[in-house]
Each structure stands twice: as C-alpha cells, then as structure tokens.
C-alpha cells in the first residue's frame, strides 16, 4: 500500500512525496477510562492509513483519497468543519493554526485499510498522521505527546466527539511487540512486552455501525462528569472518577439517576482492572487476564450500554471456546470490533466457527482480523 500510494502522488501530483505510515490502534483493557483520568493498555497494529504528502507552496491543500476517489480541496484561509472525512484533516489544520504554528499550502494522497467504524480508530490514525507528516515538512520540532494532544482538540472540535487521549497517544507511541499502560491524568506511560507467541490477537467485526455513535459517546462522558459533581459535594478534593470509590458512589446514590449510577459504578471498576490486569501481564497470566477482559465486557454491556446484540452474541461464542483467554467489545463501542485472545495453533477453527454462527445468527460473514503491535507514526523521506 506504501508504494501504490506514493506512485498515485506522483502520478496525481508529478513530484517526490514524504511518506507517513499512521497506525490504528487496539486496546486490550482499559474502555471509557481515559476521559476520567483513569488508565489504559493499548497498542499499535499492523492496520495503517498511509499518507504521500508534499508541500505546494500555495494557500491551497489537494488531498486525493484512494478509498473514495474523490480529490477534495480546502482554502487554508478559510478552514472550518465540513462533512466528509476531510473534516478530520481540516481539525488538524485548524489546531495547527490556533498554536499559531504556520501551515502552507500541500498536496497529499492518503489511503488505508483501516476498517472505518470498527473500533480501530481510524480517525486518530488520519489525524496523527497528519500532525507527524505536517511537523516534519514544517519543522515544528513538536514532541509525540502534543501531537497527540493536537489530534485529541481536533477531534473534539470538528467532528465534535469529546474523546479521550487513548487513540492519538497509541497511534503515536506505539512500540512493536509492546503494550503501553498510559496513565491519563498526567500522560505517564509504560511499555511491557506482549510476549505471549502461542496467542494471537484477533478482532472479530460485528459490521454494526451506529450512527449514534458519537452523540452517545459524549453523553457518557457527561454522565460521568455528572457523577463526579455530585461526589463533590461531600469530597471536594474527588477532581474525576480516577479518585472515586464505591463507597463515595454509593453516598450519593439517591442524587443520581440509575443510570449515572451504573455508568460511574462500571468506570470505577474498570479503572482498578486495568491495574489488576497489568499485574497479571507483567506475570504472564493470560488466563486471569482474559477473566478481565470478559468483566470489562459485562460492565461496558450491563451497565455503561455500549454494546449491542451483535457485540454481546460475539462475546458469548468466545465465552463457549476454551481456546479463548478472553474477549471484550473494543474501543467506543456501539458496534465494531471484539478483541478475543485466542491459542495460535486454533486461530483458523475458531473464525471458521465464529463466521458461521455469526452468519447462521445476523445473515451476515463478520471480517476477521488477526493483528500484530506494530511501532507507531513512522514518517519516511525517500
Ligand atoms: C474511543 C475514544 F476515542 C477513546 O478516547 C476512548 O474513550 C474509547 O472510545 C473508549 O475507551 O475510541
């Protein structure tokens, strides 16, 4: 794909093109954590949007898209949100120029085989590519973590989703082979190996796609701010869910709604399994890990209401599989991808099982992905 996209530019555009490799991303615990100061453990994978970009010296940015075919263009002087993908690489733009960092004109190819909705973040894939490529042919000499940060305002700002840092740091930070465990209050990380070889990492594609899916993303993050508020009352010094416990939820229980209950009750587990779950990484204990995998996946279904039947069914056929170690709908949620741990040596059974259930139940074949940590943002000047 490196080399289809580079040859597109130069066909498109007639010069030498800058490469960026941009990762997606998988996340094996840690879900709706980071916008509550908590933790997460994501990693970079082998799916990628690849970008050719070169500078133009215009005020006009051309940008051809392989997977839809269309070049769309967009006045540097006049960058606002605009529907379409393009809105995620405007975002970058604009927040470029909010730092009051220059940006001129370029022309660019960008294609991808991340599946867009899938849970993979595709999106942070698009925008930390672009901060990485846009930082190179500028000089800016911005760290990892500010493009990280640019790419999290972009999203907040154009297309308007509230998200946490998770996406843009794993797209940026990735290391191969390695896990991170990012802690999102104060951006600390860690790397530790994933050296399991007799397992594979494989994301099974439920094909829903909810168009609610963003607008039900943020009212999440307000649920818990909401939850957060009332804890405040009797702890003032409680600044997110991070430094909740059960007992202060249950305090206030008769001020909140079911509901925030439940969403606030799930990210106050899910914080500590990330904790648990890295101890038993660092062991090497699999098995116990997946047990976690399959709690977060309770609480993200029962109680913070982010999977859906399809995602549910998937889970269960892991749930009936011993050679699982575990399974758990990954990433936003609302549809997408589970992420299942499955025994190398039965990788080939279990699709074939997963495929034909799947089909039996929701008349469809789900897309399965066996992935691999790969490094992140990787900018190549040929
Ligand atoms: C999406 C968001 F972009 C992340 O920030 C994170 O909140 C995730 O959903 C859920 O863990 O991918």
Same mark, same amino acid.
């Given at each position: ?19 960026? %490799? ?43 898209? %392989? ?123 860690? +790397? ?81 399994? %990330? ?18 995998? &399959? ?8 109680? +913070? ?52 259930? &799947?089909?039996?139940? +929701? ?20």
């Amino acid at each position: 794909m490196i080399q289809t996209t580079k040859e597109k530019f130069i066909q498109q555009f007639g010069k030498e093109p800058l490469i960026i %490799v941009s990762p997606g991303r998988i996340n094996l615990i840690g879900e709706h954590t980071d916008y509550n100061d908590g933790f997460v453990l994501p990693a970079a994978i082998d799916k990628k949007i690849v970008y050719a970009i070169a500078l133009n010296g215009t005020r006009q940015c051309n940008v051809h898209a %392989v997977f839809t075919g269309e070049t769309v263009s967009f006045d540097l002087d006049r960058v606002h949100p605009t529907p379409g993908w393009i809105n995620y690489l405007m975002g970058v733009v604009f927040q470029l120029q909010e730092r009051g960092l220059s940006v001129t004109g370029f022309d660019c190819v960008i294609a991808g085989d991340i599946p867009v909705g899938a849970g993979m973040s595709s999106s942070a894939a698009v925008e930390g590519g672009l901060v990485a490529g846009l930082d190179h042919l500028f000089q800016y000499g911005l760290g990892r973590m500010d493009m990280a940060l640019i790419g999290q305002k972009a999203e907040h700002t154009f297309p308007g989703v509230k998200c946490g840092i998770m996406d843009q740091f794993a797209n940026l930070h990735g290391k191969k082979d390695q896990v991170m465990r990012l802690d999102c209050r104060d951006l600390s990380f860690e +790397y530790f190996p994933f050296d399991f070889p007799a397992y594979k990492i494989v994301l099974c594609n439920s094909m829903v796609h909810h168009s609610l899916a963003s607008s039900e993303y943020n009212v999440r993050r307000q649920q818990c701010e909401e939850g957060v508020k009332a804890i405040q009352t009797l702890h003032p010094d409680v600044r997110s869910l991070r430094d909740a416990s059960f007992a202060m939820l249950d305090e206030v229980k008769s001020q909140l709604s079911p509901q925030v209950y439940d969403r606030c009750a799930y990210v106050i587990a899910e914080i500590q399994r %990330v904790q648990d779950a890295t101890e038993l990484l660092k062991k090497g204990d699999l098995q116990q890990f997946g047990q976690l995998m &399959y709690a977060t996946h309770e609480g993200l279904s029962k109680l +913070y209401e982010v999977s859906c039947p399809e995602l549910d069914f998937l889970v269960s056929l892991a749930q009936e599989r011993e050679e699982v170690a575990g399974a758990r709908v990954m990433g936003g949620g609302f549809g997408g991808c589970t992420i299942n741990l499955v025994k190398e040596e039965k990788v080939a059974d279990y699709i074939t099982f997963i495929q034909s259930r &799947y089909e039996a139940e +929701y008349g469809k074949v789900p897309e399965v992905y066996v992935t691999t940590i790969q490094d992140g943002v990787s900018v190549w000047q040929h």
